[in-house]
């Protein structure tokens, strides 16, 4: 499964506004909401809960908060883009500035899993980190994805 196979264009936000980690996950959580049909409140519940357990915030600059929804059909990507950057308890205690929202259906451990690897191994990539940083729109983000999403 390839990142742009679940990765939503509408779930795609470049100019995040939130300068705490509830306010960001509010903002990832709303264009995924209506895609899905759940509730944002809960939605931002399961997210503060999961990260209650620790940090989704994997350090040097990204953070993929992830939770498992029970009325979920299929695997839902968002992407978010902070330029300033967020105190999201990363382990390395710096800023978040790329965020990757995954949601999965609550019987989907492999699937959950294989994609979280597979955005960890794009973003271990300086360049692509960097590249993504610096995207000012939506298609350039799915661009800059899609040339890489090739090579995993």
Known sequence: MKILDVLVKDAILVDLKSVDKKG???ELAAPVTGIAHMDRNELVKILMNRERL???GIGGGIAIP???MKDLDNLILGFGLSKKGVDFESMDNRPSHIFFLLLTPENSTGVHLKLLARISKLLKDE????RLFHASDRE???RIIGEHDEEF
């Open 127 to 130: 360049s692509v980190k960097e």
């Open 140 to 142: 350039e983000v799915l």
């Open 66 to 68: 992830h939770g498992k």
């Open 54 to 56: 620790g940090s989704t």
């Open 24 to 26: 960001v996950l509010e």
